[in-house]
């Protein structure tokens, strides 16, 4: 499939947006509350003066997805997310590792951020998805495609909602 991008206008300023997005207590009501996760935990976090990384763990509440994917995937497809992020380069790098077809299907991709205003920033994402699987590849690569771009669009609102109550 290929690269798929993403944007979307966040609410707040740079320095907000980062703390959000790394922040625990977030995430959590992100995940299970905001995109319905059956499961999400975040397995680990770190931090030193140069670079963040994070790995969590998720199983993904999949909405209209084709019958052969769902037969393929599974009751229990999760996925393993790694990421880390250069303070000095600002960008999100991450890899998704699914519990099913790992080694035949890869997704990664990557997250910046930029001002567009006083407390305005646009997140864009960049993700390369890709299924080799003998007959049904194309098929999952847009129900993967068509899940993630779901699950940023959902984000995205989330997020700005979450915003707008820290303001009240």
């Not at 099913?100 to 910046?112: D, F």
Request: glycine share 8%.
């Amino acid at each position: 499939m290929g690269t798929v991008k993403i944007s979307h206008d966040i609410n707040c300023n740079e320095e907000t947006f980062w703390q959000l997005f790394f922040d625990k207590e977030f995430n959590d009501k992100l995940y299970k509350e905001g995109l319905e996760f059956p499961e999400y935990v975040n397995e680990e976090q770190t931090e030193t003066a140069s670079e963040i990384k994070r790995r969590t763990r998720g199983r993904p509440k999949l909405k209209n997805v084709p019958g052969p994917v769902a037969k393929l995937l599974g009751d229990k497809f999760g996925y393993v997310e790694a990421g880390s992020m250069s303070k000095q380069e600002k960008v999100w790098r991450w890899k998704l590792t699914p519990s099913t077809l790992a080694e035949k299907m890869r997704q990664e991709g990557s997250l910046r951020i930029e001002p567009i205003g006083d407390n305005k920033v646009r997140r864009h994402v960049e993700m390369l998805i890709e299924a080799k699987v003998f007959g049904v590849g194309g098929i999952l690569e847009s129900t993967a495609e068509k899940q993630l771009r779901d699950g940023w669009n959902d984000s995205a609102t989330f997020m700005n909602r979450w915003i707008e109550n820290l303001k009240k």
